[in-house]
């Protein structure tokens, strides 16, 4: 066995809050800069954007689900990450995470979320809390 894996639980749980929080600054900083090279929402027509990862993304991300569900399910769809991976990223029991991403797709199929771009008017909405 490797000296990482002899590592006490709780010094696992901060070296995996410190990969998460700095996973967290990367996306922020990744975020700042698609927000100041995009366009402002209102030059943005709803036929500009026609990339279905991007879709992918606003569906995986959609409001009716919850935070925890959202990241689970984005590590899955677009991260490529496994339920294990993920499971352990959470420190949470692999079964947890799997009911968490089926169950999430179930929501998304249930309120009938569409594989599409949200228009412009939802886009601003949704996007505004995260623009500094």
Excluded at 4 to 10: K, L
Excluded at 26 to 47: N, R
């Amino acid at each position: 066995m490797a000296d990482g894996d002899r590592q006490e639980p709780r010094a696992r749980s901060a070296a995996a809050l410190q990969l998460l929080h700095h996973k967290h600054q990367i996306i922020a900083h990744e975020t700042d800069l698609l927000i100041t090279a995009s366009p402002a929402p209102d030059e943005v027509s709803d036929d500009d954007v026609g990339d279905d990862l991007l879709r992918l993304i606003f569906m995986a991300c959609h409001p009716v689900l919850s935070t925890e569900a959202r990241v689970a399910l984005t590590l899955r769809l677009l991260g490529g990450l496994t339920t294990a991976e993920i499971a352990r990223a959470f420190l949470l029991p692999e079964p947890t995470i799997g009911q968490r991403i089926v169950r999430a797709k179930r929501a998304l199929t249930e309120a009938h979320v569409p594989f599409d771009m949200p228009r412009t008017e939802e886009l601003h909405r949704d996007l505004l809390p995260y623009s500094r």
